[in-house]
Structures are given as structure tokens and as C-alpha cells.
């Protein structure tokens, strides 16, 4: 018996029966990525997750519960004809994200609340769903890209083709599992093809800005939302030099990010010229925030924890590896050293302002690759040439 050829999905299915669960958010993206696989006759079905209140997210009565995206994805599942649900996921999201989100901050680190989504609410519950409706993968609109090794049969994890929208810093999470799973149509693409084609499918959604914002957050102001969760979190203290001396006051040390130069309030700068402050390190123990010359930020040894490899025998002597440290960030050249289920990387070229709760992603230096390793959380950086940490 001859096996049915694959699919473009790469599998050994007719489009027609194969069951493609697409995470609908009510964006341009994923409306583009449901289109265009009901387009090529697969059984689409989607899926859009109802996350947040954001009338009780910024306390303003009357506010719809991002009422239009939900909108508009059912919208387009109605015009294009597959079957559409929503989900209310509100109690999943709390306790994965927002409740992580605001611990994070009431911590002195500065987390990434969109990883822990795709991380939890995603990638693992919503996983759960599609394997419910018997799927045979699941589908999003992120940029970036599933390889295929053609060696050794295993999917890999590539940064997108359009470097100004890829999502890979993102992603570093998924697991080897989830990536078996999932499909990411717009990976080769840039945000001009989508459009165009959300115009040539006629999506209504075809000229809807980008976000730009955490969905909970839409206004940016995190420390409101952070008050609104755990009002305590907004605590009088002090904000300190690197010798301890007092300079100035701070109204919660959620204000204050590594890094940071401007709101600090202290007036003036140090040395003769007068140079600039910065927040080098926040301390929730004492309620303090340390600020010190630009130099004091710089950093070449980056510690993480709760890890996830999309590769395996990385030697002992370590890796050369690129490395991500903030998603708008270029990659930088470093070492990584696996340290039973915590890691070490070593920066070629210290740079400033790495803060703990933000995600290292590694990728591969081969022949000009452009794989995602995996990564980690970052909890403590160093640098070898001060007897500075944070």
C-alpha cells in the first residue's frame, strides 16, 4: 500500500482531512493564517481565548472585555465559513500570567508576561483543546519559522524571514512536543505579504493595526495595573547609591526597572560632569533602589533557570552561541555553559542593563544558522571584572 503523500503541513493527509485548530486572536495575522488554510481546503477550525477583563484590568467601568478582537475573529470565521469558539480562559490567565506578572515586579524583575502566556495559556492549555477537537495540528499567526532537519526528521525552531517582526525571543518556551504540534504558516513572510493577502481574501481585519501593548496592559502603564492587583505593592522607600547613601525617595520600587534613567526624581547626577544616574539594582528585601554611573550596568556572565532546550549535547566546554537579552535587542556573541537545570552564559562584550525576570534566548552560530536553541529566565548577572551583581 502506497502512504498518501504530505501535505504542505507536512502531513500524510488530504487537506480535507486533516483538522487544523487556528488560535484566532482577532488580529490581521491570525485571520490571515485561518484564511488562508481554509483557503487551501483544510477542516479549520478556530479558536480565540477570552483572556482578560480589561474593564477590571484598568478599573474603568463600562469597558468591554476586548470585546472587538473576539469581534472580529468570529467575523472572519462567519464570512469564510468554518466553525469558530470562544473560550473563556480568564481564571487560567490570572493565576499563569497576571499573577506571575505583578509577583515579578513586587520582586524588583522585570518580566515578560507575553512568553509566560505562549508559555502556559497557549501552548499548554489551549494544546489541550485542540487535541480535544481531535486536531492534527495546531496553527498561529507568529513570525517565525518550523524547519524540518531533513537528517534527522526533527522539527526545529528558526527565526522568521521579516527580522523587524520576528517572534522568536518570544517562543524560546516551546517545547520539542508542542513544536511536533503546531504549524506557523507566516514564518517566511513579511507583514506586507500577510496584508496584502488579508486584502485578497477580503478579511475585514485587513488594514487593523498591530498591537503594540500587553494585552492587559493597553495603555503601558504597568505599575496602575500591578497597584490595581496588589495595592501594598505602591511602598515608600529609598533610593540609594552604590555606597548606600541616601539620595532620594521612591513611591514602590514597581516604578523602577535596571537600566532606567529617566523619573528617577533625585535631581543632578555624579562626578564633575555631572553624568546621568541609573537604576543598577532593585532591592525588595530593603525597599531600596540602587542607582549608579552607566559603567556599574555593564555585565558578562548571565545566570538562568527554568530552562528549555530545543537542542540536546551541548559540550561541556560549551557553545558558541548568539544570544538575545531583550526582544527589540540585536543578538550579541557568547558562550553557554549548561549547569545541571541552570545555565551560565558568557558574554563575548559586556552589555548594560540585562535585568532578572527578562528571557535569554540562544540561537546557533552554524554556517550563519538561524535556530533557536532554547533559553532560560535570567536570576543574577555578573561581571567578571567588578565585584558587581544584580
Known amino acids: 500500500m502506497i502512504s498518501p503523500a504530505l501535505n504542505s503541513l507536512g502531513i500524510a493527509k488530504a487537506p480535507k482531512d486533516t483538522r487544523v485548530v487556528v488560535a484566532m486572536s482577532g488580529g490581521v495575522d491570525s485571520s490571515v ?3 488562508l488554510l481554509h483557503e487551501a481546503g483544510y477542516d479549520v477550525v478556530g479558536v480565540t481565548l477570552q483572556l482578560y477583563d480589561y474593564g477590571k484590568a484598568v478599573d474603568r467601568k463600562g469597558a468591554c472585555c476586548a470585546g472587538q478582537d473576539i469581534y472580529d475573529a468570529k467575523r472572519v470565521a462567519e464570512e469564510k465559513g ?3 469558539y470562544i473560550l473563556d480562559y480568564e481564571d487560567n490567565f490570572k493565576d499563569s500570567v497576571m499573577t506571575d506578572f505583578v509577583d515579578s515586579y513586587m520582586n524588583g524583575q522585570t518580566p515578560i508576561p507575553c512568553v509566560r502566556c505562549n508559555q502556559t495559556v497557549k501552548f499548554r492549555d489551549l494544546f489541550k483543546v485542540a487535541k480535544d477537537l ?12 518550523r524547519v524540518v532537519n531533513e537528517e534527522t526528521g526533527i522539527a526545529e525552531l528558526h527565526r522568521a524571514v521579516d527580522n523587524g517582526k520576528d517572534q522568536s525571543y518570544f517562543l524560546f518556551a516551546t517545547t520539542q512536543e508542542q513544536l511536533d504540534f503546531l504549524r506557523f504558516p507566516l514564518g517566511a513572510w513579511t507583514k506586507d505579504k500577510t496584508r496584502e493577502h488579508a486584502e485578497r481574501l477580503g478579511l475585514l481585519v485587513c488594514n487593523k493595526p498591530d498591537s503594540q501593548d500587553i494585552c492587559f496592559v493597553p495603555n503601558g502603564d504597568y505599575a496602575a495595573v500591578v497597584k490595581k492587583i496588589k495595592p501594598e505593592a505602591e511602598k515608600v522607600g529609598n533610593i540609594v547609591d552604590m555606597n548606600g547613601q541616601i539620595i532620594g525617595t521612591h513611591d514602590g520600587i514597581i516604578h523602577y526597572t535596571i537600566g532606567q534613567r529617566r523619573g528617577l526624581k533625585i535631581g543632578g547626577g555624579h562626578n564633575d560632569d555631572n553624568s546621568p544616574f541609573y537604576v543598577v539594582r532593585v532591592d525588595p528585601k530593603l525597599n531600596q533602589v540602587i542607582v549608579g554611573p552607566k559603567q556599574a550596568l555593564a555585565r558578562d556572565i548571565i545566570h538562568i533557570n527554568d530552562c528549555n532546550w530545543l537542542m540536546h549535547d551541548i559540550p561541556e566546554e560549551g557553545l558558541d552561541i548568539s544570544i538575545k537579552l531583550r526582544s527589540v535587542s540585536p543578538v550579541a556573541p557568547a558562550k553557554l555553559f549548561i549547569k545541571g537545570d541552570k545555565a551560565e552564559i558568557h558574554l563575548n ?6 535585568a532578572p525576570g527578562q528571557a535569554a534566548v540562544c540561537y546557533s552560530t552554524t554556517n550563519g544558522s538561524d535556530r533557536v536553541l532554547g533559553g532560560g ?7 567578571s571584572k567588578m565585584a558587581l551583581a544584580a
Request: overall charge negative; proline content about 6%; aromatic content about 16%.
Open 349 to 354: 562584550t559586556p552589555q548594560f542593563g540585562i
Open 377 to 383: 529566565w535570567i536570576f543574577h548577572t555578573e561581571n
Open 33 to 35: 493564517t485561518a484564511a
Open 82 to 84: 468554518f466553525p469558530h
Open 134 to 145: 481531535n486536531a492534527d495540528c495546531m496553527a498561529t499567526g507568529h513570525y517565525i519559522k
